[in-house]
């Protein structure tokens, strides 16, 4: 055994050492992105991801090793969520003005992007299971997995399908948005709610706080609007 591979399997006894590289990979993600601009193809989120797909592929790694090692970030997920509040209650003002064409956002996007998923996955022929599992792709990972295990998808696809999203939703979104000529930090972050969920309201953060408060909005009420459409979606839709 090499040198190098007795100190890795030294290091691998410690268990926040994955905890610490996935920081350190996020830092230098968004250093970089920050350095160049925020180019949207390098969103730190999407080079983290890829960079630990790498990492974990290099080092023989299972998944659900490195998850085990740093579920803490997991858990953190929630707490995250509900700081969410504190720029959306800073804005609470601008929510009441324009409660009716959220309202009217909401229900086109949340609708859209179910019905999306449904059409294009009937386009390919995927299976019942599949179909069903990437019908929940703009709601937050929790509850897709949820909704899709408990409407005879498969959970773990589900979770992948809503990652993929979120990535391209954070990529793509804000770009899209500006080529519309749609500057507005309310409208934008909405948008990115509804459609990227998490990963769009990181992505929101970045363009203001208005925009992190309106996206953070979003993802919560769409979760709950495709929990309540997409079993009545599924029951007149030809699985």
């Not at 590289?21 to 180019?39: E, G, N, P």
């Not at 998944?63 to 969410?84: C, K, M, S």
């Not at 009716?100 to 019942?128: E, T, Y």
């Amino acid at each position: 055994m090499t040198e190098a591979r007795v100190v890795w399997a030294w290091l691998q006894t410690h268990p926040g050492l994955w905890l610490v590289i996935t920081a350190a990979v996020y830092l230098l993600a968004d250093k970089l992105h920050r350095s160049l601009h925020r180019l949207p193809l390098l969103n730190p989120v999407l080079l983290t991801v890829l960079a630990l797909i790498g990492l974990l592929h290099a080092t023989g790694v299972p998944y659900g090793d490195y998850f085990a090692r740093v579920e803490a970030i997991h858990l953190l997920l929630g707490p995250a969520t509900v700081a969410l509040a504190v720029p959306l209650y800073l804005n609470l003002h601008q929510v009441r003005a324009s409660l009716v064409p959220l309202s009217l956002a909401l229900l086109v996007g949340g609708s859209v992007g179910i019905a999306s998923a449904l059409l294009l996955g009937r386009l390919f022929g995927l299976s019942a299971a599949s179909l069903i599992s990437f019908a929940p792709k703009s709601v937050t990972t929790p509850v897709a997995m949820a909704l899709a295990e408990h409407l005879g998808g498969l959970p773990a696809l589900a979770a992948g399908v809503v990652i993929l999203t979120g990535m391209f939703g954070a990529v793509a979104g804000i770009p899209l948005l500006r080529w519309l000529r749609v500057h507005e930090p309310m409208v934008q972050g909405f948008a990115l709610g509804v459609a990227a969920h998490g990963i769009g309201t990181a992505r929101a953060l970045q363009v203001s706080e208005t925009a992190g408060a309106f996206a953070g909005l979003a993802m919560g009420l769409n979760a709950v609007l495709t929990s309540i459409l997409l079993p009545l979606l599924l029951a007149i839709w030809p699985l």
